[in-house]
């Protein structure tokens, strides 16, 4: 029997399989259906009897390349690829939740699933509570009746706390529902799904996973270790006879994907199958420069605090250090002490671009208070450590001292 590839080669192997005319790049297929032969060949297909795309808000071979590499890469399991990061939530939730039913989720959270778990959710009678994901007795306690999913971020964006998310799973199975790990700012290269218990993963590969910039696109990966069938959760019970350990995945694919329409592109599909194949090298260089940025913000005279997992003194190291390895992810978060600092800082970067995305190959930053949470209250970006002060960082591949020298200058001048 062959080797299994390590992490780094699946990278650029996992889930190719023979492309036309020897290519090595994933083709495009840029075709909205899917042409058979015969009547029955169809039906076949459409059955489930035969393998074989249909039409592309379903499934397309560009994608599909993309997702089993994407599984492969969690630790196996079954990806579907979605439009956005949003997307992929989006149909994860939709898939397991009910009308009466609850989330139970991360206070820590990226504000485009604290809208959609909090206001557009709850408009469709899904309701959302809110917990400290550190505190693993207030997660325990808060799970009641109607809890059929506990969700959290890995490292929670933009606050970039570190929760146990193993221990999270425990608690999770204990209460009988499944744990959703929203892995973006850590990707698979820190750890992977099955490293971290997760049962589903649902997160934006529009960050790290494409890394250029040039993507918006997300992924739900089911790892088949929840057992669906249980009274909590009736409307799996034909897909579970089916499907068994994967009907999630198929609930997901035959029902609420296929519905809600949000499929990935097979051209967004082919930048991602080409970004990630450097997903190990970047997020290398990502930690390593995020790391020597903190530390020398962390000692500059006009910097109030600094947050990030790699420095000694965060209250998030040593888990940090525990799951991830002493990779601690490319984004990290300072304060200047109000908001007239932070626009003077902003604004004296020269190499660092002010934009609301992380996980691009160049410096970032944003003041998250008056952009991405600008419609949050106070006691809300209390809740997702959004200071005044707060200026978010995604440390970028280009020479280090480029990209501290742009700080530095920018903090001088401030
Ligand atoms: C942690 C996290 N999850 C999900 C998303 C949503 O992803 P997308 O923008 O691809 O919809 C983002 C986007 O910033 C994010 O940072």
């Known amino acids: 029997m062959e080797a299994p590839l390590h992490f780094d080669s699946l990278l650029l192997h996992g889930g190719l399989e023979a492309a036309p005319a020897g290519a090595t790049a994933v083709p495009i297929i840029q075709s909205s259906s899917f042409a058979?032969?015969?009547?029955?060949?169809?039906e076949d297909v459409f059955r489930g009897r035969a393998p074989g795309p249909v039409y592309t808000r379903i499934g397309n071979p560009t994608t599909e390349a993309l997702e089993r590499r994407?599984?492969?890469?969690?630790?196996?399991?079954?990806?579907?690829?979605?439009?956005s990061g949003m997307a992929a939530i989006t149909?994860?939730?939709?898939?397991?939740?009910?009308?009466?039913?609850?989330?139970?989720?991360?206070?820590?959270?990226?504000?485009?699933?604290?809208?959609?778990?909090?206001?557009?959710?709850?408009?469709?009678?899904?309701?959302?509570?809110?917990?400290?994901?550190?505190?693993?007795?207030?997660?325990?306690?808060?799970?009641n009746e109607r809890t059929r999913l506990l969700f959290v971020e890995t490292i929670g964006n933009p606050k970039l706390d570190v929760p146990d998310v193993p221990a999270l799973a425990r608690i999770a199975?204990?209460?009988?529902?499944?744990?959703?790990?929203?892995?973006?700012?850590?990707t698979p290269y820190l750890a992977t799904g099955a490293k971290l218990e997760a049962d589903i993963l649902a997160y934006s590969t529009s960050k790290?996973?494409?890394?250029?910039?040039?993507?918006?696109?997300?992924?739900?990966?089911?790892?088949?270790?929840?057992?669906?069938?249980?009274?909590?959760?009736?409307?799996?019970?034909a897909y579970h006879a089916k499907?068994?350990?994967?009907?999630?995945?198929?609930?997901?694919?035959?029902?609420v994907h296929?519905?809600?329409?949000?499929?990935?592109?097979?051209?967004?599909?082919?930048?991602?199958?080409?970004?990630?194949?450097?997903?190990?090298?970047?997020?290398?260089?990502?930690?390593?420069?995020?790391?020597?940025?903190?530390?020398?913000?962390?000692?500059?005279?006009?910097?109030?605090?600094?947050?990030?997992?790699?420095?000694?003194?965060?209250?998030h190291h040593a888990?940090?250090?525990?799951?991830?390895?002493?990779?601690?992810?490319g984004l990290l978060t300072f304060g200047t002490g109000d908001k007239a600092s932070a626009f003077k800082v902003i604004n004296g970067l020269r190499l660092a671009k002010n934009l609301a995305n992380i996980g691009d190959t160049k410096t970032l930053v944003i003041h998250p208070a008056s952009t991405i949470c600008a419609d949050y209250n106070a006691e809300e970006k209390a809740l997702m450590g959004v200071t005044e002060d707060l200026i978010r960082v995604s440390a970028g591949i280009e020479d280090c001292r480029d990209i501290v020298g742009d700080f530095k200058q920018a903090l001088e001048a401030a």
């Open 36 to 42: 058979y032969q015969s009547a029955e060949a169809l």
């Open 70 to 83: 994407l599984a492969l890469l969690e630790g196996g399991g079954v990806a579907i690829a979605t439009a």
């Open 91 to 143: 149909t994860a939730v939709l898939t397991i939740l009910q009308a009466g039913d609850e989330i139970l989720s991360s206070s820590s959270l990226f504000g485009g699933t604290f809208s959609l778990f909090r206001d557009t959710l709850s408009n469709f009678g899904i309701t959302a509570a809110f917990v400290d994901p550190l505190d693993l007795d207030g997660v325990r306690n808060a799970i």
């Open 173 to 186: 199975h204990e209460a009988g529902i499944p744990i959703m790990v929203d892995s973006t700012v850590s």
């Open 208 to 237: 790290y996973i494409n890394g250029t910039g040039t993507t918006i696109g997300g992924a739900i990966i089911d790892r088949g270790m929840f057992d669906w069938n249980s009274p909590k959760f009736p409307h799996f019970a």
């Open 243 to 255: 499907y068994r350990a994967f009907a999630f995945s198929a609930r997901a694919r035959k029902l």
């Open 258 to 315: 296929k519905d809600l329409g949000a499929c990935a592109a097979p051209f967004n599909s082919f930048l991602l199958t080409e970004g990630i194949q450097t997903l190990a090298l970047r997020m290398e260089r990502h930690c390593a420069t995020a790391l020597t940025l903190a530390r020398f913000l962390n000692n500059h005279s006009k910097v109030a605090w600094v947050a990030y997992p790699g420095l000694d003194d965060s209250p």
């Open 319 to 329: 888990i940090a250090t525990k799951l991830y390895g002493s990779r601690y992810g």
